[in-house]
């Protein structure tokens, strides 16, 4: 799939319109925690600042549901992007409000305008057209540079794009990285390629586990989907989450896996608890044998040690979904030991946005990957083999 490049369009001197994805997690004094997704957008700002453009910049934060909350304001983000581009960033009032549309008319070349939170505008999630028209006559170019958004039909991000030809539009840097990315590693991965695959629901993840059972040699299976499919094989799983609709479908997923030769781990043991409670009492036991009222909430040492000895010779991982409830300290240790071996590795590692990457983060891990996506939904879609909206429009013909 080859985009629309940035690096075709006609931009000196013009006023260029760039979806980013700021929605940065934040703490009660608005202090921003993590500026990751920030800090990944700033080569196709300084690009167009260097074709002398005028740049506005528009993202979400949070989910205010179409009203104005100041709590999901982006002025803690205009400040780290005046940090961050050593250049002062002016904040719109509104998105597409009297004060947007003024400072977006008066910008010249070499500022830097940021519109508030667009969804403070009830059509941008609703994908109205006179929303994105309106978005759209700011600017004479387009680029998407928002991976983490692009799985939405939304104003910002498929709806303005109808408003500019070819020849206007393309995608940003970010944007074409995380593409060529999973492109690459999906169609054509060295092997043994294995894909750890985590979180809380089979539901969340079965259209991707289902499109990547042709493509890898191995999978491993973690976190509170593991014991739908520990259920359906008839063990005792206790207390632990479960979706009883899907058993069938993940019979089906495992009856797959064996047809066509694909070694599909489940945990053999795991750290199981009374309660979810910091201070719950604990205990390791096996996967058969779970506790009545207990539940599972983090792999254990022997499933540790299992996959470890499983990704010894493997040359390609995609992980997407920790291990176990990783937010909690005494449930975090399976995914953080799987996420140093994983580092450690000399495999290419590509960890797929959302919770793994906090958690990565969290360990500190972040540079000994080989790339981490900024968008956990944009990079399940992709998995599951879709076409994201907000990439459809910027293909190349």
């Known amino acids: 799939m080859e985009l629309l490049n940035i690096k075709d369009l006609d931009l000196e001197n013009k006023k260029v319109f760039i979806r980013c994805d700021f929605n940065v997690p934040m703490d009660e004094h608005s202090n921003i925690s993590d500026?990751?997704?920030i800090r990944s957008a700033i080569a196709t700002i300084n690009y167009c600042l260097d074709q002398k453009c005028a740049v506005i910049l528009a993202s979400h934060l949070g989910r205010p549901k179409g009203e104005v909350v100041e709590k999901f304001s982006l002025a803690p983000v205009a400040r780290r992007l005046n940090h961050l581009l050593k250049r002062d960033v002016v904040i719109a009032k509104d998105v597409v409000g009297e004060d947007a549309i003024a400072k977006a008319k008066a910008l010249k070349s070499g500022e830097v305008l940021l519109l508030e939170n667009l969804r403070y505008e009830p059509g941008e999630t609703n994908n109205d057209e006179e929303l994105s028209k309106k978005l759209a006559s700011m600017a004479e170019y387009y680029v998407n540079d928002a991976f983490g958004v692009s799985h939405r039909a939304h104003s910002s991000v498929e709806g303005i794009t109808k408003f500019f030809?070819?020849?206007?539009?393309?995608?940003?840097f970010l944007l074409s990285k995380e593409i060529q990315f999973f492109g690459k590693i999906i169609e054509n991965p060295v092997r043994p390629f294995a894909a750890i695959v985590g979180g809380s629901k089979v539901s969340g993840k079965l259209e991707a586990l289902v499109n990547l059972l042709p493509k890898v040699d191995k999978i491993f299976i973690?976190?509170?989907?593991?014991?739908?499919?520990?259920?359906q094989l008839g063990y005792d799983i206790g207390a632990s989450l479960v979706e009883d609709d899907l058993l069938g479908e993940a019979q089906k997923i495992m009856d797959e896996a064996k047809k066509l030769g694909v070694k599909f781990y489940l945990p053999v043991d795991v750290i199981a608890a009374e309660k979810f409670e910091a201070d719950s009492v604990i205990k390791i036991v096996t996967a058969q044998e779970i506790p009545h009222e207990w539940m599972g909430l983090d792999i254990g040492p022997a499933t540790v040690r299992l996959y470890r000895e499983g990704l010894n010779d493997v040359q390609t991982v995609l992980w997407n979904g920790p291990m176990g409830v990783y937010e909690m300290d005494r449930f975090a240790r399976g995914s953080s030991k799987i996420a140093n071996f994983v580092a450690d590795s000399y495999a290419t590692t590509v960890v797929g946005g959302g919770d793994t990457a906090d958690l990565v983060q969290?360990?500190?891990?972040?540079?000994?990957?080989?790339?981490?996506?900024?968008?956990?939904g944009a990079s399940l879609e992709l998995l599951e083999g879709k076409v994201l909206p907000g990439v459809a429009q910027l293909i190349k013909e």
Do not use: Q, W, Y
Not at 165 to 172: F, R
Not at 362 to 376: A, D, N, Q, Y
């Open 165 to 172: 030809d070819n020849k206007h539009k393309a995608a940003g």
């Open 222 to 231: 973690g976190g509170g989907m593991a014991f739908t499919f520990l259920k």
């Open 35 to 37: 500026d990751r997704r």
């Open 362 to 376: 969290r360990v500190g891990l972040g540079e000994e990957m080989t790339f981490i996506s900024t968008g956990g």
